[in-house]
């Protein structure tokens, strides 16, 4: 039977710094974003119900990582991509992590969405916006998490989600939004229902 939160059975499968490394049994799999600081760690962590799950890189300028976590024994996994836009990250780090992402995304069949986190409060950041180009290229659904809602009241926090929400259809691009906190744990269902449906969850038995 299906557990309550498949996620919560998240354990580490593997890092890859380069798309050569990419694990081959991961045979679908949903991606997290964002920039340094913005919260996609505690969002990861807070999804899977564990402390340290994922775990943020203080240090810019360190080997980017592309870390994989399995989730069953059906090939799901979920995947925390390097974050970006440390403002002392020299260039050729910078174009790396370019290269690392784009070849990420255009040669990964297997990934069925990507997550892209934000601060509430600083959306739509210069490489936030050159994900979602990427994706909208590639065909990838996304689905935004503006998380540390909890720094807004909640009024302010129904505005910036309306807002982004607007910014992003007047680029042309689709992407569903929604506000979540890891401090209150708020909008965590919202997103499970994101991703079980992206994985397929509670579409085929698979209690067989
Ligand atoms: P990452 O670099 O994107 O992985 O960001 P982290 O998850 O490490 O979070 C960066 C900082 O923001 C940490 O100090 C977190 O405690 C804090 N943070 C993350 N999520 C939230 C949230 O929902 N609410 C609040 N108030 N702080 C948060």
């Not at 498949?6 to 499968?13: I, K």
């Not at 890092?15 to 949903?30: F, G, I, Y």
């Not at 899977?48 to 890189?57: D, F, G, I, Y």
């Not at 007047?170 to 965590?188: N, R």
Request: net charge positive.
């Amino acid at each position: 039977m299906m557990s309550a939160n498949p996620y919560r059975q998240a354990s580490f499968l593997t890092s890859a710094s380069r798309t050569s490394q990419l694990p081959e049994d991961s045979l679908s799999e949903v991606a997290f974003a964002g920039r340094s600081n913005a919260g996609k760690s505690s969002a990861i962590n807070t999804l899977c119900e564990q402390k340290a799950l994922a775990r943020t890189s203080k240090t810019p300028g360190r080997t980017q990582l592309i870390n994989f976590f399995t989730i069953d024994d059906q090939g799901r996994s979920l995947v925390d991509l390097p974050g970006y836009g440390y403002a002392k990250v020299p260039e050729n780090m910078r174009r790396e992590w370019q290269q690392l992402m784009e070849s990420y995304l255009s040669k990964r069949p297997q990934l069925k969405g990507l997550i892209i986190i934000m601060d509430i409060r600083h959306p739509l950041k210069e490489y936030d916006l050159q994900m979602l180009q990427w994706c909208d290229y590639m065909g990838t659904p996304v689905h935004i998490l503006l998380t540390k809602a909890d720094k807004l009241k909640t009024g302010a926090a129904s505005q910036q989600v309306m807002y982004v929400r607007k910014a992003i259809k007047e680029a042309g691009y689709v992407a569903s939004v929604q506000p979540f906190s890891a401090l209150k744990k708020t909008g965590v269902n919202e997103l499970k229902k994101v991703l079980d449906d992206w994985f397929e969850f509670g579409t085929q038995d698979e209690s067989a």
